[in-house]
């Protein structure tokens, strides 16, 4: 999955008010968790809506690769034939994570209680991402590893069956982490216990319950206490995958910073583990309603409904940031539109994405003449209280997108309401999670150039 084609350089720019409804992709950490769920589920799991970003086409791959059978059937429609738990076969070449983060973590936690050797390979951002916050787990429940400098890919990892469970406090709120030791668990004997003393998004209890895990979950004074039992058998289901919250986030901001705009959103996403960001822009002044809220296969989903408004800078609180970690980039873009001042505390995990996006979105919004401070764990940002954001202008300089696909979906929303042109330097890392950004843009009546 390494892209070796020439980069192509893009920019947005608003020919007017933004109208119209739009759905997005479905939701990237729900798809993956569809796929290795169904893959080691015995009989044939259905998923629709499934995202088909090179992410999660990334995790299909790897999960073919280690034995399951799994087919596209239709537009976003898949089905998935499990090996059952403790089923995967030894994958006869490396997999290739592309740029997923997701991918490696949650495979490394499924490799790691099989009897099996896997090397991971992925693109030069995530070879620069941290995995000792899964290899060190993994290696308490027995797993062993021949990683990269600093615990980084290209690495080799070999699983013990049985694997040892362990209870295990999770020292960075992450998903993922929490992720790779419940898909461990499930072919371990005996109890896996993670705590986490901040919440992160849910999505793996809620569907390994659904899948028919036996999960406990108690609330305690050190957190949240998840106990899962092994060894685990899944029985398949069928998995409709609601729309990517975290995709909604662009059409979202482009409609509140562009005047005069009416978008509809259908079918999202609003886990509240997830929708911390709606929550921040209505505390700015957000028009945005839910509507139509609904439960769909375990998640909770509703229509948003996005006006464009005026938006007042607040100090966001560091507690919220887990329930929109991958939204800071488009919220660093509405603060540049806002009356006064925004700050962001707490964000020191943004450091270690799929880029360094504090340092990223600081170097572009200072490039496209906004206001900026970049502290260690956070940005202040001067909003142009609703006036146009300067743009790059004619300096010939492109915002660098470092490979990292929501840094170029932010910059190109914010071309949507500058006075100049905002170049981006790569468009084809929107293609991990959004592949169809530009056209649904274009819908709203953006142009792209
Ligand atoms: C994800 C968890 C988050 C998020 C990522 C997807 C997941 O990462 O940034 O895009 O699907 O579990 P962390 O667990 O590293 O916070």
Redesign the pocket.
């Given at each position: 999955m390494q892209n070796l084609s020439a980069p192509e350089p893009f920019r947005l720019a608003a020919t007017g008010p933004l109208a119209g409804t739009v759905s997005v992709p479905g939701d990237?950490?729900i798809s993956?968790?569809a796929l290795m769920l169904g893959a080691l589920a015995i009989g044939t799991t259905r998923i629709t809506g499934l995202l088909e970003g090179e992410d999660v086409l990334a995790t299909a791959a790897a999960l073919r690769a280690m034995g399951a059978d799994i087919e596209r059937t239709g537009a976003g429609e898949w089905t998935v034939h499990g090996v059952g738990v403790g089923g995967l076969l030894q994958p006869e070449t490396a997999l290739d994570m592309g740029n997923s983060?997701?991918s490696t973590?949650?495979l490394m936690g499924l490799v790691a209680s099989h009897p099996i050797t896997a090397t991971f390979v992925g693109d030069a951002s995530l070879s620069k991402r941290p995995m000792g916050r899964v290899i060190d787990p993994l290696s308490l429940m027995g797993a062993s590893f021949m990683a990269s400098p600093g615990g980084r890919l290209p690495l080799t990892m070999t699983g013990l069956c049985p694997a040892v469970p362990l209870e295990y406090t999770l020292p960075?709120?992450?998903?993922?982490?929490?992720?790779a030791l419940l898909l461990a668990g499930l072919n371990t004997p005996g109890q896996t216990v993670i705590i986490e003393p901040t919440p992160?998004?849910d999505?793996?209890e809620r569907m390994l319950a659904g899948f028919g895990a036996t999960l406990d979950i108690e609330e305690t004074p050190e957190g949240r206490r998840i106990t899962l039992h092994g060894e685990a058998e899944l029985k398949p289901q069928t998995i409709i995958v609601p729309g990517d919250p975290?995709s909604a986030a662009f059409p979202m901001v482009a409609a509140l910073i562009v005047p005069g705009s009416d978008v509809r959103i259908t079918n999202i996403g609003i886990n509240p583990t997830r929708a911390g960001l709606i929550e921040v822009l209505q505390a700015m002044g957000a028009d945005i309603t839910l509507e139509n809220a609904r439960t769909v296969g375990g998640e909770p989903v509703a229509d948003l409904h996005v006006r464009h408004s005026p938006l007042t800078g607040i100090d966001v609180p560091p507690a919220i940031a887990?329930s929109m970690?991958?939204e800071f980039p488009i919220l660093f873009v509405a603060a540049a539109c806002a009356q006064g001042t925004t700050r962001t505390t707490g964000l020191e995990?943004l450091r270690v994405?799929e880029s360094d996006r504090l340092a990223t979105m600081a170097k572009g919004l200072a490039a496209i003449g906004v206001k900026v401070e970049e502290q260690e764990d956070g940005l202040t940002i001067q909003g142009t209280g609703g006036d146009p954001l300067p743009g790059l202008g004619n300096s010939g300089t492109q915002i660098a997108t470092k490979l990292d696909h929501r840094i170029a979906m932010s910059f190109a929303v914010a071309g949507l309401a500058a006075r100049s042109p905002i170049l981006i330097d790569d468009r084809r890392p929107v293609a991990t999670s959004f592949p169809n950004f530009l056209a649904l843009m274009t819908g709203l009546s953006a142009e792209i150039s």
């Open positions: 990237k950490s993956h968790r983060g997701t973590r949650l960075v709120a992450s998903a993922q982490v929490k992720s992160t998004r999505h793996s975290s887990p970690i991958d995990e994405k």
